[in-house]
């Protein structure tokens, strides 16, 4: 082989070894090409996969966290501020007028809610106190206002002037509840109650304050009573503590007992009258079987009396220590009066009366009352 073959051959060699590297390369650069395109693409997904996960995250957030927050009417006013206030959080809200009419926060006792009108005076609160919860209404011109409170010594109502006194209270503690009107010194001119397993009272006052009647509820019925004029009683309307009826009671300036009429179950009625000591001087009363008496008394001691018996009608006269010394009435042995005069020891010295066959007849009795002496006159034959 000749020195140009061997050169010839050497060329065709690299040129077959060029041609197939060319190759390779071209190759390389076609795939390199795709693999871009594919990073490319991928890449434009994750930025908009990204795009639409933060998109989302913003509609759907979990927690906002400021120290403020507004919001604002068209015109750029504020309508709504959500903010830090004295004692913690606070919400006010403003009408389109600009008034704040709402305030919602907290105080040194816990919630607070405040109500403006649109004239800015204060009508309404809501708020906890140190002993429980108020909610108060107030007139907008401060003539008045209403306290609605459950605090400690129990619920309660007040209606307050607009000098800041109570007029009406309404209060309840334990088993008893209770309203009461006032004047604007603070007098009580009429209150209403009652007790739990006892019952109700009502009480009406002048205007100083000074009672004038009084209604009040007790086991066994009810007690109407009208006082004078410095309180004191003068008249009272009520039931007995026992079975015996009602009572009605008249009383004098002093507030002593001057007339009391009681209702007896077993005989009728007791009409008594007092004297300046406090103790009855004349009684009349429906005695047993209808009969009817009038007692006149010195002390506790019956001296007079004048009543009904089974014959008919009874006039007693006796001494300070009760003895009868004069008896007059229907005679129970014959058709005619009688009268009995006797002695302080009882027994009887000289009666006036009708003898069987309708004469007068006069006895006269020795002091022990066994003997007698009779003036009699007989009846002519008809």
Known sequence: MTTNQIIDQTLSQRMESLEARIAELQNASVNARR??????????????????????????????????????????????????????????????????????GANNDGGDLAIWNNAGSGVASVYASSQGGRIEALMPDGSGSAVLHAETGGPGLAVIDGQGHPRIVAAMAGTSTGINIRNAAGEELAAMGAVDGEGGIMRVAKNDGTLAAQMVAFPSGGSIGCANR???????????????????????????????????????????????????????????????????????????????????????????????????????????????????????????????????????????????RVLSAIASAP
């Open 230 to 372: 410095n309180g004191s009683r003068s008249a009272v309307l009520e039931s007995a503590q026992n079975d015996t009826g009602g009572v009605m009671k008249l009383f004098g300036q002093d507030g002593n007992e001057a007339l009391s009429a009681v209702a007896q179950s077993e005989s009728g009625a007791r009409f008594s009258l007092f004297g300046s000591q406090q103790q009855a001087v004349t009684v009349l009363e429906a005695g047993m079987n209808g009969m009817g008496m009038i007692s006149f008394l010195q002390g506790t001691t019956r001296v007079a009396g004048l009543g009904a018996s089974t014959n008919g009608g009874l006039l007693n006269l006796a001494k300070t220590d009760g003895k009868a010394v004069i008896v007059a009435g229907a005679a129970s042995d014959a058709d005619g009066g009688a009268i009995s005069v006797r002695s302080g020891s009882g027994s009887q010295l000289v009666r006036v009366g009708v003898d069987r066959i309708g004469a007068g007849e006069v006895a006269v009795y020795d002091g022990p009352g066994t003997r007698k």
């Open 35 to 104: 693999w871009k395109t594919l990073a490319v693409t991928a890449g434009v997904a994750l930025i908009a996969l990204a795009g639409v996960a933060a998109t989302q995250s913003s509609q759907t957030a979990d927690v906002i966290r400021a120290r403020r927050f507004e919001v604002v009417d068209q015109n750029d006013k504020i309508v709504l501020l959500a903010g830090i206030g004295q004692n913690g959080g606070q919400i006010d809200v403003w009408s389109n007028g600009g008034t704040n009419v709402l305030r919602f």
